[in-house]
T-cell receptor
Framework: GAVVSQHPSRVICKSGTSVKIECRSL??????MFWYRQFPKQSLMLMAT?????????EQGVEKDKFLINHASLTLSTLTVTSAHPEDSSFYIC????????????FGSGTRLTVV | KNQVEQSPQSLIILEGKNCTLQ??????????LRWYKQDTGRGPVSLTI?????NTKSNGRYTATLDADTKQSSLHITASQLSDSASYIC??????????????FGAGTRLTVKP
């Protein structure tokens, strides 16, 4: 089945530094990648949508200069959290559509970001 | 108000017992409804996908039902196992162009299976 590999699974960084999260589609081409954020005991919240070769679309309230998204190839999308602050600590998950019939989506395994 | 409401928020059952999780939605129209299982610290994994014309779908010990008239879905887990402990998320999608994301996520039900 379609697999999205997400790395790293966990990262701890200091305030003010930047962290890059990668999502790779292993056995299909992901022209679109969705990036979510999830706080404890809450549902996934869509942050942005990246499309290969074009600028990402950000949801209202998400700072595009803080959460940089790059989707330079059909198999790789990255999310960079710049100048991280403790309030950016969260669980970040990517997802890509792979099934055009059912609009099936496959999710990455998630990245736990802790900013200290 | 969330367009996808799940109940209960959390549930504790004994190993081997059955349970049913509920999902009510107000999204209309919708193209499909999915149930995902999310282990702690992991990404969601798809269990079932149903279009508006389907009213039941099984995946092993998981059986999902859908009543498009009342906008309700349920996920029934049979003979629960310790590994079933996870959050179960109901996701409703609206019809959009391919590769456009318009999924509405429920907050999930946290299931704990105890020995």
């Amino acid at each position: 089945g379609a697999v999205v590999s997400q790395h790293p699974s966990r990262v701890i960084c200091k305030s003010g530094t930047s962290v890059k999260i990668e999502c790779r589609s292993l056995d299909f081409q992901a022209t679109t990648m969705f990036w979510y954020r999830q706080f404890p005991k809450q549902s996934l919240m869509l942050m942005a949508t990246s499309n290969e070769g074009s600028k990402a679309t950000y949801e209202q309230g998400v700072e595009k200069d803080k959460f940089l998204i790059n989707h330079a190839s059909l198999t790789l999308s990255t999310l960079t959290v710049t100048s991280a602050h403790p309030e950016d600590s969260s669980f970040y998950i990517c997802s890509a559509p792979w099934d055009s019939v059912y609009y099936g989506y496959t999710f990455g395994s998630g990245t736990r970001l802790t900013v200290v | 108000k969330n367009q996808v409401e799940q109940s209960p928020q959390s549930l504790i059952i004994l190993e081997g017992k059955n349970c049913t999780l509920q999902c009510n939605y107000t999204v209309s129209p919708f193209s499909n409804l999915r149930w995902y299982k999310q282990d702690t610290g992991r990404g969601p994994v798809s269990l079932t996908i149903m279009t508006f014309s389907e009213n039941t779908k099984s995946n092993g010990r998981y059986t999902a039902t859908l009543d498009a008239d009342t906008k309700q879905s349920s996920l029934h887990i049979t003979a629960s196992q310790l590994s079933d402990s996870a959050s179960y998320i109901c996701v409703v999608s609206v019809p959009v162009r391919s590769n456009n994301n318009d999924m509405r996520f429920g907050a999930g039900t946290r299931l704990t299976v105890k020995p």
